[in-house]
C-alpha cells in the first residue's frame, strides 16, 4: 500500500484476514472504536455466564465445598497454566494472583536475596526512568528497605549502565507511554553478562507480542491480566520465576498459600516447591473465573497461529495507523513517539502533541473512538495519545475508522471545545 | 432454659427474634444448615445482579470510562468505609483492597518501622502460637528480613511476655480454632504500657462481634472480607490504621494505588496521606462488587440495633449449642474448646475429640450441617470440630437440628463409614 488506504482497502484486508472470526469471542459494544484494549480489555462473551455460574451455583449453592468441587483451590495456579502458553512458558511455571505490584514486589525482593548471596558487592537496581511508575515505586520501597540504589536511565542508557554494581535490571518489556519494545533475549544476555538478574513486566507485552520467557533465558517476570488477556477490572496478576531460581529463597509475602501443606496448619512456614511458593492469601475467585474467559480466547487463537499470526496482524494494525497519521493528519502538529521498526514496537500507537492532547482523546471519546491519554513530565517526555491495537479484536476499518475521525477532530476544530478541557479522575 | 430445649422451644425464640428478617437478605441452599460462614459467608441476594451488572454493562459496555463514572476507583475506599461502621472506626480509616495476608505484611511492616524509630532497642514481636499460621508466616518472613525475633506464647502467656524489648503485639481478635476472644481494650493498654504496638488480625471478629477499634487504642487492624462480611470467594480484605501513624512511614507494598497522584505518573513515589497509602496496586473490581453488596446487610441491621443486637442473638446461638451439647451429647467424647464466658467468646463453637473428628464433620456435611474441620498439632492443640453460627442468617431451630444431627451421626455410628475417611485438599 503505497497509496493512502481507503476505506474499501481496509474492508478487503478485514474479508481476508483469517483472524476475524476471533472479533465474535467478545462482546464490543456497538458505535464503538476500543483502542484501549491495552488498559483495560473487552468482554470475552462466556464471560458473564461463567462469572454468574460462579456467583449462583459455586458460591450461593455449593459454598464452602467449592473449593474442591469447584477447584477454587487450583484456579490461581490452572489460569497461570493458560497464561503460560502466551508468554513462552511451561505448565507449572505461572501463577495468576494479586496484582502486578504486588507480583514485582515478590519477584524483587527474591531476586535481591539471590542477589546478595552471589554477588554480594553488588548494590544498584537499574531501570528505565519512564518505566509505569508503579513499578519505580516498589523498587524504590525495596532499595529503602534492603540498602540498594535505584537508578533509573533512558532506554538508550541501558546497556551502558549494566556495569558490574548492579545486582537487577528491571524493565517493562513494552513501553506503557511509547509502545517501544525491548529485545529481551538480547538485553538478558547483556545482563547476565555482567552477573545481573532481569526482572521482566509484561503488562504490555503478554497478549500482544510474542513472548518467549524459556527460550530468552530471563530470570524473573510478571505481568497484568486486564489488558490485552481480557480478564476483566483489576483482574488478578501473574508471576514467573525461571525454575532454577524459584526453590533458592522465600519471597518476602510468605502467606498460607504458598506454604508446602497450607492446610497442615504449623505455626512454621515451610515453601511449596516451585512457583506456588509466590502465591500469598486467598484469590478474588470472581475476578479469576472472568480472567480464565479471557484466556480462553488465546487458546482459540492457538488453531489459527497463535502469537506469532497476532504479532503480523497487530504490526499491520499499528503500520497502517501511523500510516495514515503521517499521510492524512500531515500539518496537524502530531508526533510519532511509537518505533517505525517493528522489531522495536509493541501493538500501540502513540501521538504526540505539544498542546491539546488530552482534549484531542477526549473529543475523539465523544465519537466514540476510545484511546487515552498519558501526561509528560513537562521536559523529555511529551503528553501522549495512546491507541491500543488488539488483534484479537480489532480490525483493519477500524484503525481507518479512528484515523478518519482524528482527522475530523482535528479539521473541524472540536477538539478545542470547553468540554473537552475538564480532566477525570481517571483517564 | 433450664431443662434441654426443644424444637419447639427453638422455633418460638425465631419467632419471636427481631432480627429474624436479616435472613431474607441472603440466598441460603435449601436443605442446608450452613454453620460455616465463619469460613465463607453465604451470598447476598442482592449480589448476582450486582455482579452481573459489572460484568455487562460497566465492564461490556462502558469499559475503561468506568473508572470513573461507576466509581471503580473510589471502590476500595466506599466499600472499607461501609466495613468502618462495622469496627468502630471512621469513614477514611479503612481500605478494603488485597488479601488479609499481604495487609498485614503492610502494617506489620509499617510497625515495625515505627517501633524503630521510637524504641530502636526492641527486638521482638510477640504473638499467640494458635494464632492463624497466615499470619506467623508473614511476621517470621518479616522477622528474617528485618532482624527482629518471633516470639510465640499460648494465650495465658502473652501478658506475661508484653516486656521492653517488645516492639509489637499481633494477635488474632477471635482465635480461628477455639472462637476464643482477646479483650481488645485490655490488653492494648497492658502493651502500650510497655511501649508495644498492638496489630489485631479482625478476621473471626468483623460482622461477628462489636469490633471498636476508635475506642479501643489499638494501633492496626487488618480483617477478612469472606468470612462473617459475606463478600464471596476471595474476598478483597480490609486495613485499618490509627490515625496517628497512617502518615508517619511508608509501607513497603508502595505501589501507584497508594501515591499522592497516581495519574501523574511521576517517577517518585510520594504517599498518599491517610490510608490511602496503604493501598498497592489494582484491585479486582467484580470481587469488591460482591462484597459491597455483603456489607449492606450490616448497614440494615443498623437499624434493628446493628452488631450490639447481632451480638446479643450470637451469644444466645453459641450458649444453646454448647448447652444442647452438654446435654444431649453427654458420653460421646466431645470437649468444648469454646470459652462459656461469654466476654471470651466469639461467634463459633469449636468441639474436640480425642478421634474422629474429621469423620464427624464429613457425616454432618452428607446431612446437610455444614461445618468444618481444623487439624490439631496431635499436641496441646487438639483436632477441631467447627461450627461458626452467624447471627444476621441462622435461627434457634438451625442450632437444634444441627445439634440433634449431629446426636443422630454419633448414636448411628455412621460416622465410622468409610466414605467419611478419605480428607479433602481443602475442607
Redesign the interface.
Known amino acids: 500500500m503505497n497509496l493512502t488506504p481507503t476505506l474499501q482497502d481496509c474492508e478487503l484486508l478485514d474479508a481476508q484476514d483469517p483472524l476475524r472470526g476471533l472479533r465474535n469471542q467478545f462482546?464490543l459494544?456497538p458505535g464503538?472504536i476500543?483502542l484501549?484494549g491495552n488498559?483495560?480489555g473487552?468482554?470475552p462473551k462466556t464471560?458473564?455466564a461463567r462469572?454468574?455460574h460462579?456467583?449462583?451455583h459455586?458460591?450461593?449453592?455449593?459454598?464452602?465445598?467449592?473449593?474442591?468441587t469447584a477447584g477454587?483451590?487450583t484456579l490461581p495456579q490452572r489460569v497461570g497454566d493458560k497464561i503460560a502458553r502466551v508468554i513462552g512458558a511451561q505448565p507449572g511455571e505461572v501463577i495468576a494472583a494479586?496484582?502486578?505490584?504486588?507480583n514485582l514486589?515478590k519477584v524483587l525482593a527474591a531476586a535481591l536475596h539471590i542477589a546478595k548471596a552471589d554477588h554480594p558487592h553488588k548494590t544498584k537496581i537499574v531501570s528505565e526512568?519512564?518505566?509505569?511508575?508503579?513499578d519505580?515505586?516498589?523498587a524504590?520501597?525495596?532499595c529503602?528497605?534492603r540498602g540498594y540504589t535505584l537508578q533509573?536511565v533512558e532506554a538508550d542508557e541501558i546497556a551502558a549502565a549494566l556495569q558490574a554494581d548492579v545486582a537487577v535490571l528491571m524493565l517493562t518489556h513494552v513501553n506503557y507511554r511509547t509502545g517501544a519494545m525491548h529485545n529481551m533475549q538480547t538485553v538478558t544476555a547483556q545482563a547476565h553478562a555482567q552477573g545481573i538478574l532481569t526482572v521482566w513486566d509484561l503488562a504490555h507485552s503478554a497478549g500482544a507480542v510474542p513472548v518467549d520467557l524459556n527460550g530468552s533465558g530471563a530470570d524473573f517476570a510478571v505481568g497484568c491480566g486486564?489488558k490485552y488477556l481480557n480478564g476483566?477490572?483489576?483482574?488478578?496478576?501473574f508471576v514467573w520465576v525461571h525454575p532454577q531460581h524459584t526453590d533458592r529463597f522465600?519471597q518476602?509475602?510468605?502467606?498460607?498459600?504458598g506454604?508446602a501443606a497450607?492446610?497442615?496448619?504449623?505455626?512454621?512456614?515451610q515453601p511449596a516447591q516451585g512457583i506456588t511458593r509466590y502465591q500469598?492469601?486467598?484469590?478474588?475467585?470472581?475476578?479469576?473465573t472472568?480472567i480464565d474467559c479471557g484466556l480462553d480466547a488465546f487458546l482459540a487463537a492457538e488453531a489459527l497461529g497463535g502469537m506469532a499470526a497476532l504479532r503480523q496482524k497487530s504490526l499491520a494494525l499499528t503500520g497502517l495507523f501511523m500510516q495514515l497519521v503521517r499521510t492524512r493528519l500531515h500539518g496537524h502538529g502530531f508526533g510519532i513517539a511509537t518505533p517505525v521498526e517493528e522489531a522495536l514496537r509493541g501493538s500501540q500507537v502513540s501521538l504526540t502533541r505539544a498542546e491539546g492532547a488530552y482534549a484531542i482523546v477526549q473529543a475523539l471519546?465523544a465519537r466514540g473512538v476510545?484511546g487515552?491519554f498519558?501526561?509528560g513530565?513537562g521536559g523529555q517526555h511529551a503528553d501522549i495519545l495512546r491507541f491500543g491495537f488488539t488483534p484479537l479484536y480489532i480490525g483493519y476499518a477500524d484503525v481507518w475508522q479512528a484515523a478518519e475521525h482524528l482527522c475530523q477532530v482535528m479539521e473541524s476544530g472540536e477538539w478545542q471545545d470547553a468540554r473537552f478541557a475538564q480532566k477525570?479522575?481517571?483517564?
Open positions: 462482546d459494544p464503538v476500543y484501549d488498559s483495560l473487552v468482554l464471560a458473564p462469572v454468574a460462579a456467583v449462583t459455586e458460591w450461593g449453592t455449593d459454598l464452602i465445598k467449592s473449593w474442591n477454587w483451590f494479586d496484582s502486578t505490584s504486588i514486589f526512568r519512564s518505566n509505569f511508575p508503579t519505580l515505586y516498589i524504590e520501597a525495596l529503602k528497605e533509573l486486564y476483566g477490572p483489576g483482574a488478578p496478576a522465600w518476602p509475602l510468605a502467606g498460607w498459600w506454604h497450607p492446610f497442615a496448619f504449623t505455626p512454621d512456614y500469598c492469601g486467598t484469590q478474588p475467585i470472581l475476578s479469576l472472568a471519546i476510545i487515552d498519558r501526561a513530565d477525570n479522575a481517571v483517564t
